[in-house]
T-cell receptor, first 113, second 117 residues
């Protein structure tokens, strides 16, 4: 079945460091890909998305590129801030049908000042 | 600008008790979903609905029931609570105009933290 694998966490960085969180997927067909963020005590919020190969999603300084050849959707940010501390989830959704999301296990990111 | 509203935020149940987790959305979304999030894990789909009167099982439906009598509401029922149902539950909704749609986005509620002791 469809699945998403994220890099193991937790990840701890200093403010202004470069961030990469790896995400790879397995799917039959061509899914849409998403990054969701969960701040402490809150629900999930969509951070960015890409719906076809080579699309780049971006928001709040975060970027991810849909790489069909490597089945990857790695999340990057050039300079992280303390306010970026959260749990990040990679997810896929098949285009057809009930459009259910399949999530990775999440990566907890902590940014120290 | 409420979005997806879940109640209660926290609940402690004894083994064998029952309860209903409420979810309502005010965005006129046709699709609604229930997920559970276990510690250190991603979200897993329990049940979903593509419209009023239509529900279907997700990945982990055992021990739960749902109904969708209106577009706005999608309650999740636990009939005989078990410790394995200790989790954080998220409701989500989205709008889709067709069976094939790449663009719709799921919006999530703030979650219900449930402990079964």
């Amino acid at each position: 079945g469809d699945s998403v694998t994220q890099m193991e966490g937790p990840v701890t960085l200093s403010e202004e460091a470069f961030l990469t969180i790896n995400c790879t997927y397995t799917a039959t067909g061509y899914p849409s890909l998403f990054w969701y963020v969960q701040y402490p005590g809150e629900g999930l919020q969509l951070l960015l998305k890409a719906t076809k190969a080579d699309d780049k999603g971006s928001n709040k300084g975060f970027e991810a590129t849909y790489r069909k050849e490597t089945t990857s959707f790695h999340l990057e940010k050039g300079s992280v801030q303390v306010s970026d501390s959260a749990v990040y989830f990679c997810a896929l959704r098949m285009v057809q049908g009930a459009q259910k999301l399949v999530f990775g296990q999440g990566t907890r990111l902590t940014i120290n000042p | 600008n409420a979005g997806v509203t879940q109640t209660p935020k926290f609940r402690i149940l004894k083994i064998g008790q029952s309860m209903t987790l409420q979810c309502t959305q005010d965005m006129n979304h046709n699709y609604m979903y229930w997920y559970r999030q276990d510690p250190g894990m991603g979200l897993k789909l329990i049940y979903y609905s593509v419209g009023a009167g239509i529900t279907d099982k997700g990945e982990v439906p055992n021990g739960y029931n749902v109904s969708r009598s209106t577009t706005e509401d999608f309650p999740l029922r636990l009939e005989l609570a078990a410790p394995s149902q200790t989790s954080v539950y998220f409701c989500a909704s989205s709008y889709s105009s067709s069976w094939f749609s790449a663009k719709n986005i799921q919006y999530f509620g703030a979650g219900t933290r449930l402990s079964v002791l």
